[in-house]
């Protein structure tokens, strides 16, 4: 499990960016690939999986 902070979520498009807290990569994140709710500046933790256009972040919990 990677941990993280969410930089960015949209409630009404259904996607946003995780900080990762180790590498400071930005990760997408899908709705979909939400266990809890998320907003801004939430700490979580979260796993990767390959997408369409790089790592998304997937299986999204509040940390």
Do not use: P, W
């Amino acid at each position: 499990m990677k941990e993280g902070t969410v930089k960015f979520f949209n409630d009404s498009k259904g996607f946003g960016f995780i900080k990762d807290s180790e590498s400071d990569e930005e990760y997408f994140v899908h709705v979909s690939g939400l266990i809890d709710e998320v907003r801004q500046d939430d700490r979580v933790t979260f796993e990767l999986k390959e997408g369409k256009k790089g790592m998304n972040a997937v299986n999204v919990r509040q940390a």
